[in-house]
Protein backbone atom coordinates (compact mmCIF):
# COMPACT_ATOMS: atom_id res chain seq x y z
CA UNK A 1 0.00 0.00 0.00
CA UNK A 2 1.48 3.51 -0.96
CA UNK A 3 2.25 5.97 1.51
CA UNK A 4 0.19 9.11 0.72
CA UNK A 5 1.48 12.63 1.07
CA UNK A 6 -0.57 15.92 0.65
CA UNK A 7 0.41 19.23 0.54
CA UNK A 8 -1.65 22.39 1.55
CA UNK A 9 -1.09 26.03 0.59
CA UNK A 10 -3.92 28.55 0.39
CA UNK A 11 -5.61 28.63 -3.03
CA UNK A 12 -3.64 25.65 -4.36
CA UNK A 13 -2.62 27.73 -7.65
CA UNK A 14 1.23 28.27 -6.53
CA UNK A 15 2.97 26.61 -3.91
CA UNK A 16 1.07 23.06 -3.15
CA UNK A 17 0.99 22.31 -6.70
CA UNK A 18 4.32 22.68 -7.16
CA UNK A 19 5.06 21.08 -3.50
CA UNK A 20 3.08 17.99 -5.34
CA UNK A 21 5.22 17.93 -8.37
CA UNK A 22 8.63 18.51 -6.98
CA UNK A 23 7.82 15.92 -4.34
CA UNK A 24 6.07 13.56 -7.21
CA UNK A 25 9.50 13.82 -9.04
CA UNK A 26 11.55 12.22 -6.52
CA UNK A 27 9.92 9.32 -5.30
CA UNK A 28 8.24 6.18 -6.88
CA UNK A 29 5.07 6.51 -7.74
CA UNK A 30 3.94 2.76 -6.84
CA UNK A 31 5.15 3.13 -3.30
CA UNK A 32 4.13 6.80 -2.83
CA UNK A 33 1.35 9.13 -3.56
CA UNK A 34 1.16 13.19 -4.41
CA UNK A 35 -1.27 15.32 -3.69
CA UNK A 36 -2.26 18.96 -3.29
CA UNK A 37 -5.07 20.95 -2.31
CA UNK A 38 -6.33 24.62 -0.49
CA UNK A 39 -7.78 25.81 2.05
CA UNK A 40 -9.35 28.23 0.67
CA UNK A 41 -12.01 27.57 -2.48
CA UNK A 42 -10.94 30.85 -4.95
CA UNK A 43 -9.84 28.64 -7.54
CA UNK A 44 -11.34 25.11 -7.60
CA UNK A 45 -10.77 23.30 -10.68
CA UNK A 46 -8.62 25.81 -12.11
CA UNK A 47 -5.23 24.94 -13.51
CA UNK A 48 -1.73 25.89 -11.42
CA UNK A 49 -0.65 29.92 -11.74
CA UNK A 50 1.18 29.86 -15.32
CA UNK A 51 3.97 31.20 -13.23
CA UNK A 52 4.03 28.05 -10.88
CA UNK A 53 3.80 26.48 -14.28
CA UNK A 54 6.55 28.06 -15.66
CA UNK A 55 9.05 27.75 -13.13
CA UNK A 56 8.33 23.66 -12.60
CA UNK A 57 8.55 23.28 -16.58
CA UNK A 58 11.97 25.10 -16.18
CA UNK A 59 13.44 22.00 -14.52
CA UNK A 60 11.42 19.15 -16.05
CA UNK A 61 8.38 19.60 -13.52
CA UNK A 62 5.01 19.43 -15.33
CA UNK A 63 2.46 20.21 -13.03
CA UNK A 64 -0.01 21.88 -15.76
CA UNK A 65 -2.53 19.26 -15.81
CA UNK A 66 -2.79 19.49 -11.72
CA UNK A 67 -6.58 21.21 -10.88
CA UNK A 68 -7.25 22.99 -7.58
CA UNK A 69 -9.21 21.42 -5.12
CA UNK A 70 -10.00 22.68 -1.42
CA UNK A 71 -8.72 20.82 1.80
CA UNK A 72 -11.26 18.97 3.59
CA UNK A 73 -11.75 17.09 6.69
CA UNK A 74 -11.71 13.66 4.89
CA UNK A 75 -8.14 14.25 4.29
CA UNK A 76 -7.25 13.28 7.27
CA UNK A 77 -8.54 9.65 6.55
CA UNK A 78 -7.26 9.37 2.81
CA UNK A 79 -3.70 10.91 3.59
CA UNK A 80 -0.23 9.64 5.97
CA UNK A 81 1.54 13.01 6.33
CA UNK A 82 -0.32 16.28 5.27
CA UNK A 83 2.70 19.15 4.87
CA UNK A 84 1.54 22.89 4.86
CA UNK A 85 3.24 25.89 3.46
CA UNK A 86 2.49 28.59 6.35
CA UNK A 87 1.23 29.12 10.28
CA UNK A 88 -2.16 30.30 8.68
CA UNK A 89 -2.22 27.05 6.82
CA UNK A 90 -1.24 25.45 9.37
CA UNK A 91 -4.40 26.73 11.27
CA UNK A 92 -7.22 26.06 9.21
CA UNK A 93 -5.63 22.43 8.67
CA UNK A 94 -5.95 21.40 12.19
CA UNK A 95 -8.98 23.21 12.84
CA UNK A 96 -10.50 20.49 10.54
CA UNK A 97 -9.00 17.98 12.59
CA UNK A 98 -11.28 15.33 14.68
CA UNK A 99 -8.47 14.16 16.86
CA UNK A 100 -4.90 14.76 18.04
CA UNK A 101 -3.71 11.71 15.97
CA UNK A 102 -4.93 13.36 12.73
CA UNK A 103 -3.17 16.40 13.88
CA UNK A 104 0.08 14.88 14.37
CA UNK A 105 -0.19 13.89 10.56
CA UNK A 106 0.44 17.83 9.99
CA UNK A 107 3.63 19.85 9.55
CA UNK A 108 5.06 23.23 8.51
CA UNK A 109 6.72 21.88 4.59
CA UNK A 110 10.09 23.37 5.76
CA UNK A 111 10.23 22.11 9.47
CA UNK A 112 12.96 19.87 8.16
CA UNK A 113 15.12 21.83 6.61
CA UNK A 114 18.12 24.25 7.82
CA UNK A 115 16.79 27.69 6.60
CA UNK A 116 15.98 31.28 7.76
CA UNK A 117 12.77 30.32 6.13
CA UNK A 118 10.23 29.09 7.96
CA UNK A 119 7.19 29.67 6.35
CA UNK A 120 7.19 29.19 1.99
CA UNK A 121 6.15 32.51 1.61
CA UNK A 122 3.33 32.81 -1.02
CA UNK A 123 4.72 34.16 -4.16
CA UNK A 124 0.91 35.10 -5.91
CA UNK A 125 1.57 38.77 -5.55
CA UNK A 126 5.12 38.33 -6.44
CA UNK A 127 6.99 38.47 -9.91
CA UNK A 128 8.27 35.55 -11.74
CA UNK A 129 11.34 35.84 -9.21
CA UNK A 130 9.35 35.10 -6.33
CA UNK A 131 8.21 31.90 -7.93
CA UNK A 132 12.00 30.40 -8.55
CA UNK A 133 12.76 31.43 -4.92
CA UNK A 134 9.43 29.13 -3.76
CA UNK A 135 10.61 26.24 -6.17
CA UNK A 136 14.45 25.85 -4.56
CA UNK A 137 12.34 26.75 -0.88
CA UNK A 138 10.41 23.70 -1.28
CA UNK A 139 12.41 21.39 -3.74
CA UNK A 140 15.27 21.37 -0.99
CA UNK A 141 12.09 20.73 1.50
CA UNK A 142 11.24 17.46 -0.52
CA UNK A 143 14.66 16.01 -0.73
CA UNK A 144 14.69 15.84 3.13
CA UNK A 145 10.96 14.54 2.93
CA UNK A 146 11.92 12.03 -0.31
CA UNK A 147 14.54 10.67 2.04
CA UNK A 148 12.58 9.63 4.85
CA UNK A 149 9.93 8.24 3.00
CA UNK A 150 12.22 5.96 1.21
CA UNK A 151 13.73 4.91 4.52
CA UNK A 152 10.06 3.75 5.74
Known amino acids: MAIKVLMVCLGNICRSPLAEGILQSKVNSDTIYVDSAGTGSYHLGNTPDRRSIAVGRKYNIDISKQRCRKFTAQDFKDFDLIYVMDRSNYKNVIALAPNDDEIAKVNLLL?????????VPDP???VEEGFEHVFHLIDEACNGIAKKLKAK
Do not use: C
Not at 111 to 119: A, L, Q, T, V
Open 124 to 126: YYD
Open 111 to 119: DGIDSEWKE
